[in-house]
């Protein structure tokens, strides 16, 4: 099994930037795992924001490209979304997501979610 725990969430000014961590309280993300970011504002649907494969190749949601950047630094099993140029529809709660493919803890796992909330 694997806990995710997302960081990094807070207030900020719209223009402004944060960079989220996700990282693995329990277990590791895995090389392996194929990462993601979603948000969830508030009465709206999870949406997804942000996908790196294990081979490190990206895409982004179309709300968020040219804004943000997914990156994965596998040494230190950790996963992050930069945040620049952002705007108050961008206020939600944000998720770490790891999907493995293959083993024994094969799943999809989900951390706990961090509040970004995007205001003057």
């Known amino acids: 099994q694997v806990q995710l725990v997302e960081s990094g969430g807070g207030l900020v000014q719209p223009g402004g930037s944060l960079r989220l961590s996700c990282a693995a309280s329990?277990?590791?993300?895995?090389?392996?795992?194929?990462m993601r970011w979603h948000r969830q504002a508030p009465g709206k649907q999870r949406e997804w924001v942000a996908v790196i494969t294990s081979g490190g190749i990206t895409n982004y949601a179309d709300s968020v490209k040219g804004r943000f950047t997914i990156s994965r630094d596998n040494a230190k099993n950790a996963v992050y979304l930069q945040m620049n140029s952002l705007k108050p529809e961008d206020t939600a709660v944000y998720y770490c997501?790891?999907?493995?493919?293959?083993?024994?803890?094969?799943?999809?796992?989900w951390g706990p979610g961090t509040q970004v909330t995007v205001s003057s």
């Open positions: 997501n790891a999907y493995r493919p293959m083993g024994i803890t094969r799943g999809d796992y």
């Open positions: 329990s277990g590791s993300i895995s090389r392996i795992d194929t």
